[in-house]
Every structure is written in structure tokens, then in C-alpha cells.
């Protein structure tokens, strides 16, 4: 996998471009990798609901759920779904808005400074095995791409804002990540 340092786009990932994002306050303060878990409806997979809330075309009466979510104007940089699949929606070196009210090692507004993935899963369930596989790549090509980068420069939602967030969640499996990194 290799990143486009001038585009953004990592070449191995499907371009979906969402209009939710942002410039950076500084480009080059690329410093942080958050993990998150997403599924839509949630305990569901599969489908493009996931895109279509980052695209803003979710459809509020194809769920209840979404009702109460369509009107959010979110993305993150990158999906890995339970298939393997990357989706990216935001350029890397832009903003996308993914963290929300967070703080990192004293850093507030992590959206700032931070690239977002999300895993397509929920709290509930075990991640996928090619899931981490892509995960490990796409973490080795940012790392490649962003000096600042590092295995040590990754966390979880839950982590950047305890008590509002609980995702990556129990199921996801730090020690795997970094066994995976190291090889």
C-alpha cells in the first residue's frame, strides 16, 4: 500500500469523497492514528449505510435509527469492512471529523492532529481477521508516509474521550495489532 503524500489518498483504498472535512491547522502535525468501530444500522453489517452517513445521503426513513443520525455531518479518513474492503472519504492530510470533544496526552480537538479508521464492528462482536491484516497495512503505509507516525501513536476512541465513547470496545485486540506491526 502506498499514500499519495500530495493527494491524500492511499492507492489501494476505494474513493468515496465526503464534503465533511476540513484544513488542518498544520498539515505537517500528522501525530496520531484512532481507532474506531462503526456498523449501521447498529449490530448490523455489511451494506453501504456507513458510506452514505459520511456522504451525507443516509436515508432517515430507511431506519429509525437513522432518523436520529441523518441530520450529522461526520466522516473519518478511512473504513476497513468486515470483508477487508478500505473505503476512504477524507484525504489524509486534511481534517476529517471523526473524534469529536477529545484530548490525547493533553492535546484537545484530536481531529487536529489525528487520522481516523474506522472498523466496520460494534462493542459486541470480534473483529474480522483480514480486518486487522488491513489494518496493519494501511498502519505500516502511514507510518511510511507521516514521520510522526509510529505503532505507539495509535488509541482508541474510548481512549481520546472516556465516559462519550467505548469503541474500538472489549473485542478489539490490542496485543494482535501490535504482533502484527512488528512482523
Not at 468501530?37 to 443516509?58: E, H, M, R, T, Y
Not at 437513522?66 to 470483508?83: G, K, N, Q, T, Y
Not at 477524507?90 to 481534517?95: D, E, Q, T
Request: negative net charge; hydrophobic residues 40%.
Amino acid at each position: 500500500m502506498i499514500i499519495n503524500r500530495q493527494s491524500g489518498w492511499l492507492d489501494a483504498a476505494e474513493i468515496l469523497p465526503s464534503p465533511n472535512y476540513d484544513d488542518r491547522p498544520d498539515e505537517t502535525d500528522i501525530s496520531g492514528i484512532i481507532i474506531h468501530n462503526i456498523s449501521l444500522p447498529p449490530g448490523k453489517f455489511g451494506g453501504g449505510w456507513i458510506a452514505d452517513l459520511f456522504l451525507n445521503q443516509l436515508d432517515p426513513d430507511a431506519h429509525p435509527y437513522f432518523a436520529e443520525i441523518a441530520h450529522l455531518r461526520v466522516s473519518s479518513h478511512l473504513l476497513i469492512r468486515r470483508d477487508g474492503v478500505i473505503q476512504q472519504f477524507v484525504p489524509l492530510h486534511k481534517r476529517a471529523w471523526h473524534a469529536g470533544v477529545s484530548c490525547w496526552e493533553g492535546r484537545e480537538r484530536c481531529n487536529d492532529f489525528t487520522i481516523g479508521i474506522e472498523m466496520e464492528g460494534d462493542d459486541e462482536t470480534a473483529f474480522m481477521e483480514v480486518q486487522y491484516q488491513q489494518l496493519a497495512k494501511v498502519s505500516k503505509a502511514l507510518f511510511a508516509a507521516y514521520p510522526l507516525l509510529s505503532k505507539e501513536r495509535i488509541t482508541g476512541h474510548e481512549h481520546i474521550a472516556p465516559g462519550r465513547k467505548t469503541d474500538p470496545g472489549p473485542h478489539f485486540n490490542w496485543i494482535y495489532l501490535n504482533q502484527l506491526l512488528q512482523a
